[in-house]
């Protein structure tokens, strides 16, 4: 099922159209005020112990239990959760195609070198054979271990229908002059689109790094054909445009990255907070997938995941009923 999303009118960065994203930020600064007290009143009870004080029992047995959950938490975050992928499995009926499409969807890889995640990539590619594989930006955290694994990937992955890529923020603010994507099996898109046939279906796969001329690679869209969109941020999805695409594939929001349980996302770095933080979302007539994507923020940012597992997404295209 599809969550309604209304489309909006062209939404500026303001406070007054996108009040969430303060609220995020309250929240966030609520989290860590939090986190400081119980590790602030941990130490206090430790020395508090150590030089034979008395206190509440009960007080301190609670705040020593929940700063050793949060070290737990922490250690999970750190160790366990970044390489424990998801491949989440979605379902798009439209009247444009007569036989399913598989899409294999993979976003922010911010690679740090080759490891458990780049290999566990290519086995899911093996085993879910897509028609084609698409990328949607943030590719390396550091122009050396980083560059090699991404390199290594883009020349190991393969489709029988082509494997297309935008650059993400990070690619266009500090990688803009390294060869990403050149001599691999990624054909980047920035402004353009092609035309791929796959089992007689028709599609138009277009996009545009970050920044880049979006619209050019729309209005050129073949008429009839199955319009993806590729672009690496959700932050275009109230453009009027984007309702001459079928399909929007975004990342940049890493579902949050470290999620509270029953609020999702702390932080998203969308200019429209939490509204597209992650999963599938219905604007008018277009349909929008924001995957978590696979890697973690680079430097200066620490290497975790907490409830907001890695994430690529097979993307099944499939003919609406009654239309074949
Ligand atoms: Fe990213």
Redesign the pocket.
Known sequence: MIPAIPLREKIGHTLAEAPDKWVQYLVLLLFLVAVLSVYVSAAAILVGMFLKRPGGRRIRQVILGLAAAGILCMAWGAFVEPDWIEVSQVRIPTPKVSSPVRILHI??T?CDGWGPREERLLEIVRQEKPDLIVFT??SINNPEDGLRAFRRLGTSLKAPSGCFAVG???DVWYWNELNLFGGTSWKALDGEGALVTVRGNRLWVCGAAYGGPWRTALKTAPPGAFTLFLY?TPDLAPEPELQDADLYLA????GGQVCLPFYGALVT?SKYGKAYESGLYRIGTCALYVCR?L?M?GDPAPRVRFCCRPEVALIELVPEPGHR
């Open positions: 976003t922010d911010h930006g943030d993400g923020n990070w690496h990342g940049h929001t890493h770095m994507g890697g923020e």
